[in-house]
């Protein structure tokens, strides 16, 4: 149990709308990392949250943003669906350091339509 | 764009067996991590080895470091039914701000 919970869990959308979606934990780590997983690949990073604010991003357009808040939950926002988009959302709490351990919630499956 | 690459791509085997699974990667690391995914839900983490590490066990779990070819394997010793799922490889790139760069996976399916 990883403590990281992750909703909705399935989300359908049509192209070009907005979704929303959120992630929470229990614990203190001090980063938040949100990750996108096409079918048959690896996780691909989508940007950091280190103490409520962006740490970086990877190669994904402005219309992914998102937040932290001061109670270790998060949120996920992609503006302007894309058929691409479709993908498992997967968010994950860390540490800085030399040991970056990330644990994972079950992730949000977003299928656009 | 992923960061390492895993092969094989699939791996298939019967219960007892050993599962090898290998990942490459291109960056200096500060270590590397193994990640399990089953029917894609959650990654849960395996297993984390230092760059200055060589070879680290935990139960049946063995993982290999050559920094100098830039590569990893993972072995799974007297496979069971329930380790069936995707394993992946996973580095920070060198970077200490807690960010991942995963391969694209191995999917082992283990027969009873």
């Known amino acids: 149990e990883t403590g990281v919970t992750q909703s909705p869990t399935h989300l359908i959308k049509t192209r070009g709308q907005q979704v929303t979606l959120r992630c929470s934990s229990q614990?203190?780590?001090?980063?938040v990392s949100w990750y996108q997983q096409a079918l048959g690949q690896g996780p691909q990073f989508i940007f950091q949250y280190y103490r409520e604010e962006e740490n970086g991003r990877g190669n994904f357009p402005p219309r992914f943003s998102g937040l932290q808040f001061p109670n270790y939950s998060s949120e996920l926002n992609v503006n302007a669906l894309e058929l691409d988009d479709s993908a498992l959302y997967l968010c994950a709490i860390g540490n800085r350091g030399r040991e970056n351990i990330q644990y994972f919630g079950a992730g949000t499956r977003l299928s656009v339509l | 764009s992923q960061q390492g690459e895993e092969d094989p791509q699939a791996l298939s085997i019967q219960e007892g067996e050993n599962a090898t699974m290998n990942c490459s990667y291109k960056t200096s690391i500060n270590n590397l991590q193994w990640y399990r995914q089953n029917s894609g839900r959650g990654l849960v983490h395996l297993i984390l080895i230092r760059s200055n590490e060589r070879e680290k066990h935990s139960g049946r779990l063995r993982v290999t470091l050559d920094t100098s070819k830039k590569s990893s394997s993972l072995l799974i010793t007297a496979s069971r039914a329930a380790d069936t799922a995707s394993y992946f490889c996973a580095t920070d790139r060198g970077s200490t701000l807690g960010r991942l760069y995963f391969g694209r996976g191995t999917q082992l399916t283990v027969w009873p």
């Open positions: 614990s203190g780590h001090n980063t």
